[in-house]
């Protein structure tokens, strides 16, 4: 039985859509953001080793990172659907994407954020962090000039992995000047799969019907 070990208003909304879009069944065990600081329970200590969400349990294998869950869940439960095959260019774009979500454009979405906790506001760094996000923002608005997502202008797995980053960048910085992002984000609220996943995994406060 697959376990999705989901934290409210997390990347675990992420995985709760992958398995609604391959139609799969699975169980979730809830978590709850502490409501003053904002950090998992410990609870989650007990699944993933640095206490975060999400974590992926299928029988015996327990498998955390939001890139390499889908993955997993892709190639092994999803009989070829949502990522283009092993061995085509397609799918060299497709690990790219995947990996540059968490590994690349997530960094300064972090920085914004926790140094806009800093007594100054991180002053010292703000320039350098809004020129990365416009660098981010910009590759990735650029990528769907021509197309409705990332890979080959086919929905894959990817553009659940990037659906994140493409989330949280607005409550964080404008992306008024990057309307194939906001575009981007009307698509996937609109998915069925989307908004049953929305429906499944509660408060989820970056897109879709729950978001305030
Ligand atoms: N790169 C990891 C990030 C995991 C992560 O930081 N998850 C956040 C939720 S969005 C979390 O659990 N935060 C709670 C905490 O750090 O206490 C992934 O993609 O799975």
């Known amino acids: 039985m697959i376990t999705v070990h989901h934290l409210n208003n997390s990347r675990s909304q ?3 859509w992958l ?3 391959l139609g799969l069944e699975y169980s979730i065990e ?3 953001r502490d409501a003053e600081s904002n950090l998992a329970p410990a609870a989650l200590l007990k699944l993933h080793p640095l206490g975060k969400s999400p974590v992926l349990s299928d029988g015996e294998q327990t498998i955390i990172e939001s890139a390499a869950i889908i ?3 892709v190639r092994r439960h999803g009989n070829g659907l949502l990522a283009p095959a092993v061995g085509t260019d397609a799918h060299e774009q497709y690990l790219q994407w995947m990996h540059y979500s968490e590994g690349s454009a997530m960094l300064p979405l972090m920085l914004k954020m926790y140094t806009g906790r800093l ?4 002053e010292a760094l703000q320039a350098r962090i809004t020129s990365e ?3 981010h923002f910009s590759y990735l608005n650029a990528a769907l000039d021509d197309a409705d997502w990332f890979v080959n202008n086919t929905f894959s797995a990817a553009d659940i992995q990037l659906s994140f980053v493409i989330q949280l960048g607005p409550l964080l910085h404008s992306l008024d000047a990057y309307a194939n992002l906001a575009g981007f984000l009307e698509r996937i ?3 069925p799969a989307y908004q049953k996943a929305l429906a499944k995994g509660g408060t989820y406060a970056f897109g879709g019907e729950n978001a305030p």
């Open 14 to 16: 992420r995985v709760l």
């Open 19 to 21: 398995l609604e879009e």
């Open 30 to 32: 809830k978590y709850q």
């Open 71 to 73: 993955d997993y869940l």
């Open 119 to 122: 007594p100054d506001g991180g």
């Open 133 to 135: 996000l416009d660098n």
């Open 189 to 191: 609220h609109a998915r």
